[in-house]
């Protein structure tokens, strides 16, 4: 059973940066793109950034220029390098990974979730 722990959540201040990080266990060999999404309180779950599994990379348009995603596929790992964060950034964000190797932005297309970690964001 695949489990993902996510680490590296916490209290920035606008304009301030945090580095999410994600481990996979478990059976993650072989697997496919890996993805931040993130829920804000009454917010429906949306993309952060996706990597696949050859290294191509989505954004959503919110976090363009501002958040990074990186991928080492022989540990097993995802991180996201979030900078410039803004109040609006503020969610619980979940590391997630799916059997195939595109790219896909929605929930439904991914196999395997963390627990979330939390992300404040002071104004």
């Known amino acids: 059973q695949v489990q993902l722990v996510e680490s590296g959540g916490g209290l920035a201040q606008a304009g301030g940066s945090l580095r999410l990080s994600c481990v996979g266990s478990g059976g993650t060999f072989g697997l496919g793109a890996m993805a931040w999404f993130r829920q804000a309180p009454g917010k429906e779950r949306e993309a952060v950034s996706v990597i696949s599994r050859a290294g191509a990379t989505y954004y959503a348009d919110s976090v363009k220029g501002r958040f990074t995603i990186s991928r080492d596929i022989a540990k097993n790992t995802v991180g996201l390098q979030m900078n410039g964060l803004k109040p609006e950034d503020a969610a619980v964000y979940f590391c997630?990974?799916?059997?195939?190797?595109?790219?896909?932005?929605?929930?439904?297309?991914?196999?395997?979730w963390g627990q979330g970690t939390q992300v404040t964001v002071s104004s």
């Open positions: 997630a990974v799916r059997k195939l190797w595109a790219i896909a932005t929605t929930s439904t297309e991914y196999d395997y």
